[in-house]
C-alpha cells in the first residue's frame, strides 16, 4: 500500500523569503505521479504542482518549484519569495500509473503561515 | 469553463439518517472521484466513477454508494449516518482514460452527523 507522510504539521515563513515543505512516501511502484495542492481556509483545494516519476527533471511553476529525489522517496516543495497568500495547509499526494483509475493517496497536511 | 461544483455547502444530519451529496464534474471530464477528509487530517479516497461505472474504491463499507450520470455529474450516498461521518467531503473531476491526469476539485459539502 502506498503512504504518504508530511512530517511538519505546521510551519511559517515570513513574506518575501523561501520556506521549504517536506514529504516522503512509501511505494513499490517504479512509475507514478507526485502532487502538491493547496487548501486555504475556503476549502478548496487547488493544484500547485505535479511531477512524473519517469521524468528526472524537477517540476516548477513559477515561485513553486519541486525537490524530487526518486531513490530516496522524497518530495518537497520550495515556496520562494513567499506572499500573505500562501497561507494555507499544504498536501502531497500520491497516485499510481494506471489507466481509468487515479485515485490519489494524500498525507496529513502541512499548515503554512506567512507573516507580514 | 465551469468548474467542479458540489452542492448543498453544508448539511447537519442525525445518527441513522441518509444523506445525498451532488457533484458536477468540470467541463469534458467523465472522471469523478470522492474523497472524505476529517477534521484536522488529508483526504481519504472513497471511490471514483468512470463512464457512469464505480471504478475503484477505498477502505470505506458498503453504506456509502454512488452513481454517475450521463452527463457526468454524480452522487454520493451514505446511509445509516454515524458521528464518525462528520467530515468534509470532497469530488474532484478529471480528463478521461490516462494516467496520471490531475484531479481538479470541488469546494467541498460539510457533513456534521448528531
Known amino acids: 500500500a502506498q503512504t504518504v507522510t508530511q512530517s511538519q504539521p505546521e510551519m511559517s515563513v515570513q513574506e518575501a523569503e523561501t520556506v521549504t515543505l517536506s514529504c516522503t512516501y512509501d511505494t513499490s511502484e517504479s512509475n507514478y505521479y507526485l502532487f502538491w495542492y493547496k487548501q486555504p481556509p475556503s476549502r478548496q483545494m487547488i493544484l500547485v504542482i505535479r511531477q512524473e516519476a519517469y521524468k528526472q527533471q524537477n517540476a516548477t511553476e513559477n515561485r513553486f518549484s519541486v525537490n524530487f529525489q526518486k531513490a530516496a522517496k522524497s518530495f518537497s516543495l520550495k515556496i520562494s519569495d513567499s506572499q500573505l497568500g500562501d497561507t494555507a495547509m499544504y498536501f502531497c499526494?500520491?497516485?499510481?500509473?494506471?489507466?481509468?483509475?487515479?485515485?490519489?493517496?494524500f498525507g496529513a497536511g502541512t499548515r503554512l503561515t506567512v507573516k507580514p | 469553463e465551469t468548474g467542479v461544483t458540489q452542492s448543498p455547502t453544508h448539511l447537519i444530519k442525525t445518527r441513522g439518517q441518509q444523506v445525498t451529496l451532488r457533484c458536477s464534474s468540470q467541463?469534458?471530464?467523465?472522471?469523478v472521484s470522492w474523497y472524505q477528509q476529517a477534521l484536522g487530517q488529508g483526504p481519504q479516497f472513497i471511490f471514483q466513477y468512470y463512464r457512469e461505472e464505480e471504478n475503484g474504491r477505498g477502505n470505506f463499507p458498503p453504506r456509502f454508494s454512488g452513481l454517475q450520470f450521463p452527463n457526468y455529474s454524480s452522487e454520493l450516498n451514505v446511509n445509516a449516518l454515524e458521528l464518525d461521518d462528520s467530515a468534509l467531503y470532497l469530488c474532484?473531476?478529471?480528463?478521461?482514460?490516462?494516467?496520471?491526469?490531475?484531479?481538479?476539485f470541488g469546494p467541498g459539502t460539510r457533513l456534521l452527523v448528531l
Open positions: 499526494a500520491f497516485m499510481k500509473h494506471l489507466y481509468n483509475n487515479n485515485d490519489m493517496r
Open positions: 467541463s469534458g471530464h467523465n472522471t
Open positions: 474532484a473531476s478529471s480528463l478521461p482514460g490516462l494516467a496520471g491526469e490531475t484531479q481538479y
